[in-house]
């Protein structure tokens, strides 16, 4: 099966940096239906959505477009979204990226493996548009 790279009509390639960094989010998950989520949660807002299907796309986004939020399951084919987070850590250029685990594993156990790993934040599917939403404006500000 062929990763999905996913671009919104936002996001369509362009030169030079016509897009401000700050509002660009990716959105890592295997699952259609989480991506269309995201996708139609952050409609009508200022940022700008990348999508890949598994990790290994999003890695290639991550370091090509060096977006403002990374938004990863834990889940997925490829490398993991504990792994990316800890290669994001671990990558220089990248380090400061905020990171928020948007699982549908639950239990203690996992967000203390995600914070372990580097995430800044934790959510669990099903999650509400508004939690969501103040958490990427969470992370937003404290990257200014």
């Known amino acids: 099966m062929t990763p999905v790279l996913r671009r919104t009509r936002e996001t369509a390639p362009r030169k030079g940096p016509a897009v401000t960094p ?24 200022a940022y700008h959505l990348l999508e890949a299907a598994d990790g290994d796309a999003a890695w290639e986004f991550l370091q090509a477009e060096r977006p ?5 399951d834990i889940r997925m084919p490829g490398r993991d979204g504990l792994a990316l ?12 990226t905020p ?9 203690a156990d996992m967000e203390a493996q995600s914070r372990a790993a580097g995430a800044d934040y ?3 599917k099903p999650f509400w548009t508004r ?14």
Do not use: K
């Open 68 to 72: 403002a939020v990374a938004i990863l």
């Open 122 to 124: 934790h959510l669990t």
């Open 22 to 45: 700050r509002r660009t989010i990716l959105i890592a998950d295997d699952e259609p239906a989480i991506r269309q989520l995201v996708r139609v949660s952050l409609t009508g807002t």
């Open 85 to 96: 987070t800890r290669a994001i850590r671990a990558d220089p250029a990248l380090a400061r």
């Open 99 to 107: 990171v928020i685990i948007l699982t549908g594993l639950l239990g």
């Open 131 to 144: 939690d969501l939403l103040a958490t990427i404006e969470a992370c937003l500000q404290a990257t200014v």
